[in-house]
């Protein structure tokens, strides 16, 4: 029969054995652009295209501190999205950037400028593959826009690696996150920000189809940070993520990444980590001739 101290220590065992499955589960669920169910909270895929589909990007509070019901996917804290980012003025043509609160890992580089530089025309992903040109959509995401070329302008993406890519299902390539290591080992891949957040954009008719370029954004309204997806294929999605530009040169680079698959220890979806690395070596936004 076990003595009273060796059932203490069997119980402080269990208990630490249960603190460590739940820490593990949380940061699970903090991985980012988890593809979930948003009625059941699993993976609904029909004629190989998921269903009631989340993009979520960024970084929100621990859930189970936040709730006593986890949910499927981080989110925003209401009370943050509540105080804004406010959508576009055209009327004094200034953007609202707020700072994230939610205690995400960020690479801080300051706040970008109020009022849109417009002259905005292309970005040039210079990559380890090499370059991604992209035809920007500045009159209809002016925010965007700006706050990717205030970012590339202090070298934010400079060494930053793109931290998963969907399977065949849902092919499409993340990338914003200057923290990721993009190992497949990291728990933290997809949750690194530039500390401020920014409205949605562009979302009426919105079309997520083959080489359009989408922020990536957490459930809440006004979530949206640096990171973003490249799509390689047509993609069901709900017209919740600021579609900004549209890849015109150098989407077969990411085909044939997408084609050596992804390295094990994604989110069971399928997803993960690029086996080939995609690395940015410089982001430029040049504007118009």
């Known amino acids: 029969m076990a003595t009273g101290k060796e059932r203490q220590k069997q119980l402080a065992r269990e208990h630490y054995q249960r603190q460590v499955e739940r820490r593990a589960k949380r940061q699970a669920k903090q991985k980012q652009l988890a593809i979930i169910a948003t009625s059941v909270g699993v993976l609904l895929v029909v004629g ?15 859930p189970q501190a936040a709730t006593a019901t986890p949910s499927a996917a981080p989110s925003a ?13 055209a009327a004094t043509n200034t953007c ?6 939610n205690g995400a890992p960020a690479k801080n580089v300051g706040m970008p400028p109020a009022k849109p530089d417009k002259s905005a025309k292309t970005m040039t992903i210079s990559t380890n593959h090499g370059d991604l040109v992209v035809a920007l959509a500045t009159d209809k995401a002016p925010c965007t826009v700006n706050s990717m070329a205030f970012l590339a302008k202090k070298k934010y993406f400079d060494g930053s690696k793109c931290h998963r890519m969907g399977p ?21 891949d997809g949750q690194g920000g530039p500390g401020y957040r920014l409205a949605e954009e562009n979302l009426s ?7 359009v370029v989408a922020m990536a954004k957490s459930q809440a309204p006004g979530s949206t940070g640096s990171q973003f997806f490249i799509i390689l294929g047509d993609l069901q999605l709900p017209a919740e993520y600021t579609p900004f530009g549209t890849v015109t040169k150098g989407l077969e680079i990411l085909d044939d990444v997408s084609k ?3 390295l094990p220890g994604g989110m069971g979806d399928g ?18 001739s």
């Open 48 to 62: 190989g295209i998921f269903a009631a589909v989340a993009l979520v990007g960024g970084s929100g509070p621990d």
């Open 77 to 89: 804290a209401p009370s943050a999205a509540a105080a804004g980012p406010k959508p576009y003025d």
């Open 96 to 101: 609202d950037y707020v700072a994230d609160t």
């Open 168 to 188: 065949a299902s849902f092919p499409m390539l993340q990338c914003g996150d200057p923290l990721a290591k993009a190992d497949g080992k990291s728990q933290t």
């Open 205 to 211: 008719g919105a079309k997520y189809t083959r080489g």
């Open 260 to 262: 050596k698959g992804v």
């Open 271 to 288: 997803s993960g980590a690029p086996k080939d690395p995609v690395e940015f070596k410089h982001v430029t936004i040049s504007g118009k």
